[in-house]
């Protein structure tokens, strides 16, 4: 699976989260891109690589309840109505669309009532809205609040999170997460210094062991289920 | 009362509905202002201009469910937090914020089943969320669908409503109306061709006539009105 990670931001290096985000990136299947950067959007060759993708990450900071204006200059120019539905051809269709979104408020103000009084799914409608017109298939959104107020052992885990978020099977079932760490696990320990793989070892067969007891538990809990059903 | 039109359009010239609209712009008590033809923003005078409207129209084609980039990169650099609610200062607040803007779609695209999938409203929630957070008061919006399929009496029709949405007192009433046109009629009849103006003379004495029957009518309404309730 290709990801590319399209990430708006006019100040990258003043960024603490983008630049966290960045040093999170999964080492393989991921393509990164800076649309600021960009002196001038090359459209052919972005419509190219969308094209490439299986799926988009938009990344950015919400600015007055939107990405910042390098994305919708982004939306303006590379997604021209040609591409994405013209001759009723949708090169986009069955990709999927996520959104990274950082801002500096609590989730909880993100509601009615809240101090931004609109959830970000209200926010985020009119890019969901051009998904949709793309035939896409939209994920849930991986907001982050706060950024600087977490935690380390809270950093780690987002690490694992957004690596998740760019390149696990979705729907994000407990079946798809399974898989995305058995796949991974391996890895991991081989990465560890000599002194530290035995626990890395042990961890990967307890995962293992733990991954099949749940599996017979599944099986079980359905026998369960399918006499009640009768 | 002063109203300051800010257009987004990246190719304002090639627009037929935008230079319409230009065209049909009151005489006075309107500033109008093409935000792509700025190279660089001038933060501070665009924030001064801002204090010194009463209403900010907000003009533009609806480019993926939203604004072109243009009008983000003004939210994004004019609308400072420090400006917009630093301190507790409100320097907008009490203002009116209207939207002005223009689909190739027919009305009935933009609900729940249509083609585009989503309101206006749905589509305008980041905006609205902009003046709620600068206490400003929003008015309903002023969409024209498909402005090349218009008729010539309907563009005529549209001049008038325009020229309302800009400079009329808000609600949009009969009073309100009435009053609009009260304060207009003898300037309009004055600029027509000596030939006409005896007919100009006569719909204005006929306006005034008519409101002033209308005013009685409204008077009987209310009396039967309040005999009702008691």
Redesign the interface.
């Known amino acids: 699976m290709t990801t590319r990670v399209l990430v708006a931001h ?1 100040q990258l290096a003043d960024s603490t989260s983008q630049q966290f985000f960045k040093a999170s990136l999964p080492k393989t299947g991921v393509i990164w891109e800076h649309l600021d950067a960009q002196p001038a959007l090359d459209v052919a060759r972005e419509q190219a690589q969308l094209r490439q993708a299986d799926r988009i990450i938009l990344q950015f900071p919400l ?8 994305l ?2 982004w ?2 120019t590379v ?1 021209t109505r040609t591409f994405v539905y013209g001759d009723h051809r949708y090169p986009l269709a069955g990709k999927e669309v996520g959104v990274v979104v950082t801002t500096g408020m609590p989730a909880k103000a993100f509601q009615r009532g809240g101090a ?3 959830t970000l799914d ?2 985020l ?3 969901a ?2 998904a ?2 793309a035939k896409m298939t939209w994920l849930p959104t991986f907001a982050v609040h706060q950024f600087s107020y977490l935690t380390e052992p809270q950093k780690l885990q987002l690490v694992i999170d957004y690596q998740r978020y760019l390149t696990q099977t979705q729907p994000d079932t407990l079946a798809n997460r399974q898989a995305w760490f058995a796949q991974r696990l391996p890895e991991m320990v081989q990465q560890l210094p000599a002194a530290q793989r035995p626990t890395g070892e042990l961890i990967t067969t307890t995962f293992d062991q733990q991954r099949d007891a749940l599996e017979e538990l599944a099986d079980t809990l359905a026998m369960i289920k399918e006499t009640e059903d009768d």
Chains 1, 2 share one sequence.
Not at 63 to 70: F, K, T
């Open positions: 006019p600015y007055w309840y939107a990405a910042p204006a390098s919708k200059q939306e303006d997604l931004e009084g609109l209200a926010a409608a009119p890019l809205a051009v949709q017109r």
